[in-house]
Each structure stands twice: as structure tokens, then as C-alpha cells.
């Protein structure tokens, strides 16, 4: 029963894992500046005082604090030019 | 066949299946395979090469739809070439061919394998994941071997995995050397982790790892554990800004494991002091004086599997004639170094280790007090003691080729090279690369 609970875990988790990173990997920039970070810190900053710090029509965002998504692509955007 | 064995070949064939619009998720699956062995698990999986499909698939699909700003040529990635090409050398004058060619199949792979991580693992995102699936492909282990000590408290002897395999992280002491050197880790993924979805429920699994991963280690009664501990427990100590309280906690922590693995994990323990009449330990001791004289005949080594022809003679009591052992294993991943690949082949492997050890002491100082490198900070401190901790217990156990060192020693070249990267972008020096001319870093992502 332990050894079965270890299988299904672990290989779920690894699932996941990779699943999450399929994702994340395209909306993230790959190599993040500090002023990309600083840019991005000012964003939730001035959406937190508006009252608007859950981005995705409410929800929270796909990488939960770290930044919204919409953010994310502007992020990589500006990693491109 | 039961339902886990399709479970697993699901997982299986999910990680081939995502890998097709993600290139990288296919060295992801081949790190499941190399670590968690579902073709040991599952008789599913068991009746294809499940490890060439999967290695074969993330190079391929790299070299045709992945080459999205690939990093600059490293010293470590031509001196792991150089060993790859010294390692298949030494099999034309190896004292046991045959033996030898066994070995070499899964060492050169390794080696392979490790040259193409350096290429394919570029950002954040990847080589967290990459840590992440290495961490939750051994916790398959370690939460068997874990749990099953939590509940029955353990046994010299016992064997707890899922199978009773001496492959990889199934054998006793080098998963108790890798559950410990998990730790540094799994506290840097608990902070620092994007993966995740950050909650309490996160921060509880994670701690949890941490005490599956000393259950487990107790677990197996190795004898190396005690060094594992040590080292890490040095180095996390030093690492950590509330000294005190981190003394307490592994204080009180010490005392539970050991009141809950009871007087054996002690006995065990103790039998190291006894060096000189304890056949395990004198045992070894023997064997790396065999191969350190070898090595003197041999310079250029023996080939892989080379201590199958060694001679051990224990002296005798009482003017009695001592006991006689032949083809006792190197117990030391230099010595077995030394004994398989001669003075080159351990030249160029601790070259690597230094080099790798380098480049996570540059990561740690270029990235001290930069909020946007605070990741890369932690993570190469994690590293470095990960690493050290696995070349301390590989002092007594012959682990040189295990992938799970390799990828120790892969990963900080990684993180030093997205470093470099990142420092480019924010200098603005991004030169062009040199084997594509005109095509800067920041000009490749966008391709």
C-alpha cells in the first residue's frame, strides 16, 4: 500500500510538474532583468492600490503572486526588443 | 498486469505526448526514467527501452524545435565530452572487456545525457522543473523507504523499497546520501519555487519531504548517512541567518529520529569506530590501498569494472592465515575513478567537480543582494551544499556514474550560464554567438 501510494505520487507529481513548467515556460520571460523584476513590481504595486491585485478577470493569477499573466507577456515582450 | 502498471505507462506516455509542443518536457521524462525506473516497476514499461525512446525523442525534438537561444560552449560541457571519449578508450585495454562494455552502456549514457542538459536547460522555468521532477522522482524512494520506517522503525538488513533492486536510488547507501543531500533543496523549493501554486499546503509537503527524507536515510542503517549528515547539517548551519534556532530544531529533530529508529541505527553506526576488526570497514580500507598500488602499474586505469579482479587478504589471528576476498567494489567514487579511468580519468573528473563547485561560488557572489537573482542565489547555495554532501558519502561509496551526481554536478553550469545571460541582457553586451553569426541571446529567444 506505502509503495503503491509512493508510485502514484511521485509520477503524478512529476506529471504535474511538467505540466505547470510546459505552461509557465511560454508565458514567463526566460531571462528576467532587474528591470523587468523592478517593472513588474511597480505593475502589482499600482494594482494593489487599486484594488485590482487579482488579475484574470478575478481569479488568481496562473502563477499565484508571483505575477498575473498579462504582466508576464508584457515582461517577455520587452525581453525581446 | 494491475492498474499501477498502467498508471505508470500513462505517465509514460504523457511526458512523450507533451513533449511534442514542449521539447524540454521530453528531458524531463527521460530524468523520470533515469530516477524513478518505471521499467522496473511496471511490466508495462519493462517490455520496451523505455530510457533510449525517451533520450532519443528529447534530442531529436531539441535539434529540430528547440534551439530558442542556445548558451555558450563551456569549459565543464568539453571537459564531459573529453570523458565520455576517455571512458569508451580505456574498454580496448580494460582487464575484463565484456564486464567492462556492461558498465559503459549506462556510464557514457549518463555522460551523454549530461552534455545535452548543459544545452537544453536555459531558464528559470526549466531548471526549476528539471529540480523539481529530480526531487519528486526520488521521493518514490524515499517515501517508501520513509514511511515504512516511520511505522516499523527499520532493521539492518531490511529492505524497504518498492523492489528489491541494487539499481540506482534502489540501493541502501546512495539513496541515503541522496535523501540527505534533497534537503538543501527541498528548502530552497519551498521558498523559492514558481512551479507550485504557493499555499500552506505547499509549505507542509515540503517539510514533509524533508522529514520522509531523514526517515529515510535512518532508514536504510547506511553507515554513510551519518557522514551525509554531518556535511549538510555544516553547511546549512552556515547558510542560515537564525543560528540558534536552527540549532534547536535539528536538535530536537535528531532526538525524535533517533528515539523512533531505537539502539540498532546506534550499533550500526558505532561498528565504525571498530575499523580495524569490522570486516565491512577494514574491508574497504584494504581496497583502496589495492587500487592506489594498482594505479601505480596502471596509470592510464583498469577499465570499467576493474576491482573484479582485485585481491584482498585480511591478516590472520594468532599467526592463523588471514581471509581472502577477491572482487570487492571500490567503496570511493575517486578510487573507482582511479582504479577504472586511471589518473586522466580522475583528473578530468575532479576537474569537472572543482569547475562545477566554481561556478556556484560565482552564481552566490555575482547574485548577492539582487531581489530579481534571489532565486539564483538561494538555489546555487542549495546546490553547492547538495553537492558537497554527495562527494562526502562518495567517499564511501563507489557512485562516480550515477546520474544523479552528474546532474549535481550539470545543474549549477546551467544556472551560471542563464547568469551570464541575464547579466548580458542588463549590460547590454550581448554579443553575437559564436556559432551563429549574427544572432545575439536576446535576438535568438525571439526566434
Known sequence: MISLFAIVFSAGMALYITLRAAKLDRMLPWFETRSMFEQERRREKAAREEGKYKVNHGRRSDTFGVRGSAAAAAAARGARR | ?447
Open chain 2, 1 to 447: 498486469m494491475g492498474l499501477s502498471d498502467i498508471y505508470v505507462a500513462v505517465i509514460y506516455a504523457s511526458f512523450l505526448v507533451i513533449g511534442l509542443t514542449t521539447p524540454f518536457a521530453l528531458t524531463l521524462g527521460y530524468l523520470w526514467v533515469d530516477t524513478a525506473y518505471p521499467q522496473l516497476i511496471s511490466t508495462v514499461i519493462s517490455m520496451i527501452p523505455s530510457s533510449l525512446i525517451m533520450g532519443v525523442a528529447a534530442m531529436l525534438i531539441y535539434v529540430v524545435g528547440d534551439r530558442r537561444s542556445p548558451p555558450r560552449f563551456s569549459v565543464y560541457t568539453a571537459l564531459a565530452i573529453v570523458l565520455g571519449a576517455w571512458i569508451t578508450l580505456t574498454i580496448t585495454w580494460a582487464e575484463l572487456p565484456d564486464e567492462a562494455w556492461t558498465k559503459w552502456d549506462w556510464a557514457f549514457k549518463t555522460v551523454v545525457f549530461n552534455v545535452f542538459l548543459t544545452l537544453v536547460l536555459r531558464s528559470r522555468v526549466q531548471i526549476e522543473a528539471f529540480v523539481q521532477v529530480l526531487l519528486f522522482s526520488a521521493s518514490m524512494h524515499m517515501i517508501s523507504v520513509g514511511i515504512k520506517t516511520v511505522l516499523s522503525g527499520s532493521g539492518y538488513g531490511r529492505h524497504l523499497d518498492i523492489i528489491d533492486s541494487d539499481a540506482g536510488l534502489f540501493e541502501s547507501s546512495f539513496l541515503a546520501s541522496v535523501s540527505i543531500a534533497l534537503i538543501p533543496i527541498i528548502l530552497f523549493l519551498r521558498k523559492h519555487a514558481i512551479l507550485i501554486p504557493k499555499s500552506r499546503i505547499r509549505d507542509f509537503g515540503y517539510l514533509g519531504l524533508i522529514g520522509i527524507a531523514i526517515f529515510s536515510a535512518m532508514g536504510t542503517y547506511a553507515r554513510t548517512a551519518l557522514v551525509g549528515f554531518l556535511v549538510v547539517g555544516v553547511f546549512l548551519w552556515l547558510q542560515s541567518r537564525r543560528k540558534v534556532l536552527f540549532t534547536l530544531c535539528a536538535a530536537v529533530f535528531a532526538l525524535a529520529v533517533l528515539a523512533r529508529t531505537a539502539d540498532t541505527w546506534g550499533e550500526r553506526i558505532q561498528t565504525t569506530e571498530d575499523y580495524e576488526t569490522e570486516g565491512s570497514a577494514m574491508g574497504r580500507i584494504l581496497v583502496w590501498e589495492w587500487t592506489i598500488n594498482y594505479s601505480f602499474t596502471h596509470p592510464l586505469g583498469g577499465g570499467f569494472q576493474a576491482y573484479l579482479i582485485d585481491r584482498i587478504e585480511f591478516a590472520g589471528d594468532n599467526g592463523q592465515p588471514g581471509l581472502v576476498i577477491y572482487g570487492k567494489a571500490f567503496h570511493n567514487m575517486f578510487i573507482e575513478m582511479l582504479g577504472e579511468q586511471g589518473y586522466p580519468g580522475l583528473a578530468i573528473y575532479v576537474t569537472m567537480m572543482l569547475l562545477s563547485l566554481s561556478y556556484m561560488w560565482k552564481v552566490r557572489r555575482r547574485t548577492k543582494g539582487q531581489p530579481h537573482l534571489q532565486w539564483a542565489h538561494d538555489l546555487s547555495g542549495a546546490l553547492m551544499t547538495s553537492l558537497l554532501t554527495v562527494m562526502a558519502c562518495g567517499c564511501f561509496i563507489g557512485i562516480a556514474f550515477q546520474a544523479v551526481v552528474w546532474y549535481l554536478m550539470t545543474l549549477p553550469v546551467c544556472l551560471h550560464a542563464h547568469l551570464q545571460r541575464v547579466e548580458q541582457l542588463e549590460h547590454g553586451t550581448d554579443r553575437p554567438l559564436p556559432w551563429m553569426p549574427g544572432l545575439s541571446t536576446a535576438a535568438s529567444m525571439a526566434r
